[in-house]
């Protein structure tokens, strides 16, 4: 049974481009959760989602920042116009219930030169 | 929102001591959980621990929901333990949906 997979791993862009980091929860799971580690700093919570449906984006910057769970394939958390202030490690969380144990996958390591 | 304070923020061991973390937590919770941040940067699931007691192998945590803290037990360090120990909870009430808000961490170095 597969954990929850987190592609790519290390992502390097230069500023101004687009980073799109991909999460494919636990087989069963439909609740996803993405959360930000900046640099000395804990884990912040981002964004909720579930199946088609953004539950809780109350920690998503405003700009330039979105999220989609499709019906089929992973969900995905897109960055425009990155900036350096974006470096950062993105982990996604997946559950089978609100309230229930998350389980996180390997993050994605974002660098912005 | 609620709070979450862990201590204490470093701590050193020689490896086969035992050792205490704390999470104190600010309101009342549904959902508490441990982690250990690797030094790879992985975060591995500890314990799902709203309230009681629960034990694995030579980790322990008990929940005491009334007084909203958490304690993690390590015993017989090994320098594996090393990292970073997260307490992480989920708001009780209506619009939390479940998302976990993190304490800064405990640095965990173990010496061999």
């Known amino acids: 049974n597969a954990g929850v997979m987190q592609n790519p791993r290390h992502l390097v862009r230069r500023r101004g481009q687009e980073a799109r980091l991909r999460c494919s929860p636990m087989?069963?799971?439909?609740?996803v959760y993405w959360y930000r580690q900046l640099p000395e700093e804990g884990l912040k919570f981002m964004v909720y989602l579930q199946k088609e449906n953004i539950i809780d984006e109350s920690g998503m910057p405003k700009e330039r920042f979105s999220a989609e769970f499709p019906k089929e394939g992973p969900s995905i958390l897109r960055i425009q116009q990155v900036v350096r202030g974006d470096s950062a490690a993105y982990f996604c969380a997946s559950s089978p219930g609100q309230k229930e144990t998350q389980y996180f996958g390997p993050g994605t390591r974002l660098l912005v030169l | 929102g609620i709070q979450v304070e862990q201590s204490p923020p470093d701590l050193i061991l020689q490896e086969g001591a035992n050792s205490t973390l704390r999470c104190n937590f600010s309101?009342?919770?549904?959902?508490l959980q441990w982690f250990h941040q690797n030094p790879w940067g992985q975060l591995i699931n500890l314990f799902y621990i709203p309230s009681g007691t629960k034990q694995n192998g030579r980790l322990s945590a008990t929940t005491v929901a009334t007084e909203r803290y958490s304690l993690l037990y390590i015993s017989s360090s090994q320098t594996t333990d090393s990292g970073v120990y997260f307490c992480?909870?989920?708001?009780?009430?209506?619009?939390?949906?479940?998302?976990?808000?993190f304490g800064q961490g405990t640095i965990l170095t173990v010496h061999p």
């Open positions: 309101d009342s919770v549904n959902n």
């Open positions: 992480a909870v989920d708001k009780a009430g209506g619009t939390s949906y479940g998302k976990l808000t």
């Open positions: 087989k069963g799971h439909s609740h």
